[in-house]
């Protein structure tokens, strides 16, 4: 979506709320591109900052993917622990 500034700057809300959902928001002065704004998970990611585990959890496009996970039907095998 493009915004001008004026218009950015009246409905900020709803250009924060886009951006949250993944899409990317540029703002133009005089028909010129001069920003983006974008989710601040895409940013850290760009710029090489890497998330906690629960921020990974929380926010992996894969979530809600459905997963055909083929798991094994026989019995777990014996371990020797070497009393």
Do not use: C
């Amino acid at each position: 979506m493009r915004w001008q500034v004026q218009e950015a700057k009246q409905r900020f809300s709803e250009v924060l709320r886009a951006a949250e959902n993944g899409e990317p928001q540029i703002v133009t002065r005089h028909g010129e591109e001069i920003a983006v704004v974008i989710d601040i998970r895409e940013f850290r990611r760009l710029r090489g900052q890497s998330m906690s585990l629960m921020e990974y959890l929380r926010f992996a496009p894969y979530l809600d993917a459905e997963l055909d996970i083929d798991r094994r039907r026989e019995p777990p095998r014996d371990v020797d622990l070497g009393d």
